[in-house]
């Protein structure tokens, strides 16, 4: 039952970009609508751009129970290996949704709905408000390099991560007044792996998961250390022919290069990471960066940030961990979102 608001408002859901880790927005609309929360505009960027069109075309229950059975087997064979215009084609999972959405036009969803993608050649944001549905999906999930460039009205179209993760101002534009947006790269370099379960570590204030202001103990403890001892000697900086090289290519702590404290191999038990792993790492770094950037210009009203560190982009087939998190991560911002809206 939806719950009373003190004023009417247009509420937007802003579902951002992480592959498979997107499985998350299941959990956080599923958490959202028991709490008698329905927005009326969403939009996406990349797989939130997937989950938010079936979301819109009212096929959340399709979706769950679709995810909830993929293996990695599946995931593997979805993905259609190629050569040509990115390492993956994508073209066999898209084949399963145009079926479910059977032809639908962006204008046909039950609510409206904009997906995010990038124009290749310039970098610009594009969002997509009308058209067909399957066509915009497949552009905002067009990872650079993995799957194949979309042709759409005369440019070539990628991933819309590229360009706004986290698409709150699209949500703005679709005169939303109170904006709920779920981030899904707010932690995701920590490396830790939900295996299997919700992750149980203590989370921030709301408070300080708004502010992001980082705690003080590092510079009180460095207050606090005796300074009898002498200070650290500088590094010896690296040159030729008496001028020095860059300081990105000085060594980071002392001793110069082929000095015992310089490393200039990796650790025999250190293993190269695969070209997929380098990939999917430098994904990762880029989403952060580019999330924050955007989001520090144009915050949401509420941000939603599930705990998604151990989940890789290709991890498809651990849905339902993805899921839980979401449900997690909406139930414990729930206070601050009914205060935004005004609700009793």
Request: charged share 20%; hydrophobic share 45%; glycine share 12%.
């Amino acid at each position: 039952m939806m719950m009373n608001r003190r004023r009417a408002q247009r509420v937007g859901l802003v579902l951002g970009g992480g592959a498979a880790r997107g499985w998350a927005h299941i959990g956080a609309i599923r958490a959202l609508e028991e709490a008698g929360i329905k927005p009326d505009v969403v939009c996406g960027t990349s797989i939130g751009a997937l989950v938010g069109a079936v979301y819109a075309n009212g096929d959340l229950d399709w979706l769950e129970e679709w995810v909830g059975k993929l293996t990695w087997q599946t995931v593997v064979r979805l993905l259609d290996l190629r050569l040509s215009g990115g390492l993956l084609g994508g073209r066999k999972v898209i084949d399963i949704f145009a079926k479910q959405f059977n032809g639908c036009a962006i204008d046909d969803l039950a609510m409206p709905f904009t997906a995010v993608a990038t124009e290749l050649d310039t970098g610009r944001e594009v969002w997509l408000r009308d058209g067909s549905v399957v066509d915009a999906v497949r552009a905002s999930i067009a990872i650079p390099g993995l799957f194949t460039p979309i042709w759409h009205d005369g440019v070539w179209l990628v991933d819309g991560g590229l360009s706004n993760p986290v698409p709150v101002s699209a949500a703005r534009a679709m005169r939303a007044d109170t904006v709920i947006a779920v981030d899904l790269n707010h932690d995701i370099l920590n490396g830790r792996d939900l295996g299997g379960t919700i992750d149980t570590m203590p989370r921030e204030t709301p408070a300080d998961a708004v502010d992001g202001s980082l705690p003080e103990a590092r510079s009180e403890v460095a207050a606090d250390e005796s300074t009898d001892e002498q200070p650290a000697e500088p590094p010896v900086l690296l040159r030729r022919n008496g001028k020095p090289f860059p300081q990105w290519l000085q060594p980071s702590g002392p001793g110069t290069l082929g000095g015992p404290d310089v490393r200039v191999a990796p650790p025999p038990s250190a293993r190269v990471p695969s070209m997929l792993s380098s990939v999917a790492q430098s994904i990762d770094i880029m989403q952060v960066r580019i999330t924050r950037s955007r989001l520090a210009g144009e915050p949401a009203d509420v941000l939603i940030q599930p705990r998604l560190g151990g989940m890789g982009i290709f991890d498809f087939h651990r849905a339902a961990p993805a899921i839980a998190e979401g449900r997690a991560a909406v139930q414990y911002m729930l206070p601050a979102i009914k205060a935004q809206l005004g609700m009793e």
